[in-house]
């Protein structure tokens, strides 16, 4: 199975529990700069660090290495009006509030200026377009920074809004 084909079928819901596209059992091992590279639907260069576009009818994976080819990060972005097609994954942040609630889910919220944040014990985090309870799913981003980074980085933007 070729890498793409192996990304595609990564959910969100695993994937956020994972932290990364690495973790994930149908990529571990496979996410080489070579075979993302001879794969991607596209690739950008911002600079410092160069992006690998992986499209899927729901969503888009992004996966960024270094300058100098060194894995950094991942995330999967979600156009909302296709929300539907990601069970069992919450598709707005009133849904992840309820499955905080009955204890399905484990995360902190972050309520930020234009979205809502949840951190996850992965270190994931999911992002929601809005503060109010139809605000939909709008990006998972995998681990970047170690959890409690995370956390003191989302606490100091939380605490400015």
């Known amino acids: ?22 973790e994930c059992a149908e990529t571990a091992g496979r996410l080489t700069f070579d075979a993302l ?25 992004n996966v960024s290495f270094s300058s100098e080819g060194r894995y950094l990060f991942d995330s999967m972005v979600f156009e909302p009006e296709a929300a539907s097609d990601l069970p069992p994954f919450p598709r707005t942040s009133g849904e992840m509030d309820e499955a905080l609630s009955r204890g399905e889910r484990s995360a902190e919220c972050f309520r ?29 981003a995998g681990i970047f920074l170690d959890v409690e980074k995370t956390r003191a980085y989302l606490q100091k933007l939380a605490s400015a809004v």
Do not use: C
Not at 38 to 61: C, I, M, Q
């Open 112 to 140: 930020l200026t234009d979205e809502t944040v949840y951190l996850l014990p992965s270190g994931a985090t999911v992002h929601y377009a809005g503060e109010e309870a139809q605000a939909p799913l709008v990006r998972i």
């Open 37 to 61: 590279q001879a794969e991607a639907d596209e690739s950008w260069n911002g600079g410092s660090t160069l992006t690998f576009t992986f499209d899927y009818p729901a969503h888009v994976v």
């Open 1 to 22: 199975m070729d890498i793409k084909a192996r990304i595609g079928r990564i959910d969100a819901g695993t994937y956020a529990e994972a932290g990364t596209l690495a």
